[in-house]
């Protein structure tokens, strides 16, 4: 059984603590990947986080992945959600399971946020908790890879919305 866990953030959420707190909230990234890290490893596992305001590097970073032994993948792409066909082409192309994670509640704000490019492969949806999305997504990554895991995100969807 896989024991990593990898968090990974898109663009802008560097910025989490230092502004639009009524949206985002008042934590910055550091504070949650920090609690996210105590908190897998209280269970055993290895929760490494990674941030990055570039669309390449978000894919790159997914490709490494499996040779790294990643189990799982809990992601917030930002704006990409909404945008990226080719970073939904990566997680496809991992085929790991993956959480999707929103701080806000995109459903509720402007009509452009209602789409994703990666519900359909994600394992799950959070969104609208803040921080503690996160946490929930890391307690359920780790029971699925106890569990034996769930099976790996599809290869490519068959969604046609
Ligand atoms: O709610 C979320 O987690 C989002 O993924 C955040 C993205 C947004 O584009 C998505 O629609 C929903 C934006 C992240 C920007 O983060 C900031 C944090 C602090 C200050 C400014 C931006």
């Given at each position: 059984m896989s024991k990593t866990i990898w968090v990974i953030h898109g663009p802008n959420l560097n910025l989490l603590g230092s502004r639009e707190p009524g949206i985002y909230g008042t934590a910055t990234l550091a504070q949650i990947d920090a609690d996210l890290a105590k908190f897998?490893?209280?269970?055993?596992?290895?929760?490494e986080?990674?941030?990055?305001n570039h669309e390449g590097a978000l894919i790159d970073h997914i490709q490494t992945a499996p040779a790294a032994g990643v189990g799982f993948i809990i992601l917030n792409p930002a704006a990409y959600t909404h945008t990226s066909v080719a970073l939904?082409?990566?997680?496809?192309a991992v085929a790991l399971p993956f959480i999707e994670v929103h701080l806000s509640n995109i459903h509720r704000r402007e009509p452009f946020r209602r789409h994703s490019y990666f519900s359909d492969l994600a394992v799950g949806v959070i969104a609208g908790l803040g921080p503690s999305g996160y946490r929930l997504a890391l307690q359920a990554a780790i029971e699925s890879l106890r569990a034996g895991g769930p099976a790996a995100a599809p290869a490519a969807s068959t969604n046609k919305g």
């Amino acid at each position: 059984m896989s024991k990593t866990i990898w968090v990974i953030h898109g663009p802008n959420l560097n910025l989490l603590g230092s502004r639009e707190p009524g949206i985002y909230g008042t934590a910055t990234l550091a504070q949650i990947d920090a609690d996210l890290a105590k908190f897998g490893s209280d269970q055993g596992f290895s929760v490494e986080s990674f941030q990055s305001n570039h669309e390449g590097a978000l894919i790159d970073h997914i490709q490494t992945a499996p040779a790294a032994g990643v189990g799982f993948i809990i992601l917030n792409p930002a704006a990409y959600t909404h945008t990226s066909v080719a970073l939904r082409d990566a997680l496809a192309a991992v085929a790991l399971p993956f959480i999707e994670v929103h701080l806000s509640n995109i459903h509720r704000r402007e009509p452009f946020r209602r789409h994703s490019y990666f519900s359909d492969l994600a394992v799950g949806v959070i969104a609208g908790l803040g921080p503690s999305g996160y946490r929930l997504a890391l307690q359920a990554a780790i029971e699925s890879l106890r569990a034996g895991g769930p099976a790996a995100a599809p290869a490519a969807s068959t969604n046609k919305g």
